[in-house]
């Protein structure tokens, strides 16, 4: 794997000591802006640390939010319905190892969900996430959050494209993410919140997504 060859190399350096010296310096120095940043943000903000640094996310166009709130609200009714864990949106923080996230959409089982408390403000890694794409956060959902969500095993992790209307299920296999299904036509059927499968056009199609939602009422 990429990080354990990363690591040969700088164990065959000369100063490889010394540079483990600086990284562990400026992972220190990050783990007290970390702490500034739990202290300074409020629930008024959609704020990120990202390896470092602090992203405050900007707002978000219609067809960003009506596609949250689509898939949002049938995976929400549907866990309940089943007692299968808890569903969050938008601004629920994953703590991670080095790195704090909020995505779009969260999934915790019953065994992760069982202690939360109501006045809970940092969650565990998701059992399943969902980032909603943007020209802003596009880089970051397809590069260190994929990465990050990858090595802490979220099993189950849906890139959507608001704009072409398309949906990437990406299913933990051997350690690595693979790409199960991309498609803007069909169903996606999630491996991790059993039973639950739903029509793709279901995401964007606010009629659609309602006879969904009143079939999963039923």
């Known amino acids: 794997m990429f990080h354990e060859n990363l690591l040969e190399q700088i164990l065959d350096l000369p100063d490889a000591a010394i540079l483990m010296q600086e990284v562990n310096t400026r992972l220190n ?4 802006r970390r702490e500034k940043f739990y202290n300074d ?4 903000m959609k704020a990120e640390f990202i390896n470092g640094e602090i992203i405050v996310h900007s707002p978000v166009m ?3 939010n009506t596609a949250t709130g689509l898939l949002y ?5 549907y866990c309940y319905k089943h007692s299968l864990g808890f569903v969050g949106f938008e601004k629920i923080m994953t703590v991670f190892s080095r790195n704090d996230y909020e995505p779009d959409i969260v999934f915790f089982g019953n065994e992760k969900a069982k202690d939360f408390k ?9 059992d399943f996430i969902v980032e909603i794409l ?3 956060t596009a880089k970051n ?3 260190v959050k994929f990465d990050d969500y990858e090595t802490h095993k979220v099993a189950e992790y849906w890139i959507i494209d608001p704009d072409n209307e398309v949906v990437e299920q990406y299913l933990l296999q051997e350690k690595r993410y693979e790409l199960n299904l991309k498609s803007s036509n069909g169903t996606v ?3 991790v919140i059993e039973g639950f499968e739903i029509p793709i056009r279901a995401i964007f199609d606010e009629k659609l997504n309602f006879e969904i939602l009143q079939s999963l009422l039923k």
């Open 29 to 32: 120095e990050e783990r007290l």
């Open 41 to 44: 943000i409020d629930e008024s």
């Open 62 to 64: 219609k067809r960003h």
């Open 73 to 77: 609200q049938l995976l929400n009714i």
């Open 118 to 126: 109501e006045v809970q403000t940092l969650f565990p890694v998701p």
């Open 134 to 136: 943007s020209k802003s």
């Open 141 to 143: 959902d397809r590069g």
């Open 189 to 191: 059927k999630s491996k």
